[in-house]
Nanobody, 116 residues
Framework: QAQLVESGGDLVQPGGSLRLSCAAS????????MSWYRQAPGKERELVAL????????HYADSVKGRFTISRDNAENTVYLQMNSLKPEDTAVYCC?????????WGQGTQVTVSS
């Protein structure tokens, strides 16, 4: 069955960096657009970044443009989110999502906390 497993979340100081990973299995990874979403306590889930199946196009939320970079390795079935210049408002559970023509998969999420 399809599975997405996130890793890399941690407690980091403002201005710091983290790299999240999402390992995929059980489906044809290179046919799926991959995204990172986040949800902070008391807030709605929001799209952070998206990368198309080929990796040829990306999209970012305005709040993370210039600080976050999404990438993927189709040979390793993994999508990454490099997060730089982290701010306290980036604190959230970050989940990856795989969206295909017929199916949509979610991971369990990894906690990112930005605090001094």
């Amino acid at each position: 069955q399809a599975q997405l497993v996130e890793s890399g979340g941690d407690l980091v100081q403002p201005g710091g960096s983290l790299r999240l990973s999402c390992a995929a299995s059980g489906f044809t990874f290179d046919r799926y657009h991959m995204s990172w979403y986040r949800q902070a306590p008391g807030k709605e889930r929001e799209l952070v970044a998206l990368i198309t199946s080929s990796g040829g196009s990306t999209h970012y939320a305005d709040s993370v443009k210039g600080r976050f970079t999404i990438s993927r390795d189709n040979a390793e079935n993994t999508v990454y989110l490099q997060m730089n210049s982290l701010k306290p408002e980036d604190t959230a559970v970050y989940c990856c999502n795989a969206r295909g023509e017929f199916y949509n998969y979610w991971g369990q999420g990894t906690q990112v906390t930005v605090s001094s």
